[in-house]
């Protein structure tokens, strides 16, 4: 993604469909289109007709969170099971120019939430902030015994005062025991990230606290 004076790099991990959203309007339905075909080559007409429309939302409401990148995965795991997870990342508005007061700031800030487990980070491109979290996803909300799903999330927040920005990195799976598997590749992408600039380049539910620290304790060495 480019500005007038910053250029960000993000490497997306292997293995993601792109949903197209640096394309325009038809060169995205194309794409979506050529994803359902890919998924679902030996599946009906129906199938791929349904896939599509469900890519096609998701596009719709990454584009609405102002995210400039939106893909997922789908895979089979070693012991068969399909895994999935999906993957977004936006640039927010940054106003602290100091990039340690600003991801000190975000911690704290996203602390307070007694559902998250929150953990200091450190990439070369600098200083961030990994969000651990459970969520439930509602296939109704406004009716109560809808189906639901539940989903396990992690955000990374990166701030870049270079660009005036903060980049988040959100991935949602509802592959739980895959998770960790999902952060190792989130902390990658962040670890990989490139910001330049004039030229020059930067390096760029039971006992759910025990649970998250469980959790948290496992995914942090991918970070440092």
């Known amino acids: 993604m480019q ?81 999935t997870a999906s993957l977004l990342a936006r640039l927010d508005p940054l106003d602290e120019p100091d990039a340690e007061l600003s991801a000190r700031g975000l911690f704290e800030a996203l602390s307070t939430n007694d559902n998250n487990a929150v953990e200091e980070i450190r990439v070369p491109a600098g200083p961030g902030v990994l969000v651990l979290c459970g969520v439930e996803w509602q296939s109704d909300p406004s009716d109560a015994t809808a189906p639901s799903l539940p989903l396990a999330r992690a955000d990374v927040y990166l701030p870049l005062p270079r660009m005036q920005r903060l980049l988040v990195l959100s991935l949602t799976t509802p592959s739980l025991p895959d998770l960790p598997f999902y952060v190792s590749l989130l902390s990658k992408t962040a670890h990989d990230l490139t910001v330049s600039s004039g030229g020059e380049s930067d390096a760029a539910d039971g006992d759910g606290g025990e649970q998250r620290h469980t959790l948290a304790d496992r995914v942090r060495a991918d970070f440092g």
């Open 3 to 83: 500005s007038a004076t910053s250029e960000l790099q993000l490497d997306i991990p292997g293995g993601f469909y792109s949903l197209g959203l640096d394309l325009a309007g038809e060169e995205r339905l194309e794409q979506l289109l050529a994803i359902a075909e890919e998924v679902w080559p030996t599946g009906t007409d129906f199938q791929r007709e349904v896939a599509f429309h469900a890519y096609r939302e998701m596009a719709d409401h990454a584009l609405a969170e102002n995210s400039f990148y939106a893909g997922f995965c789908l895979d089979e795991a070693p012991d068969g099971r399909l895994t």
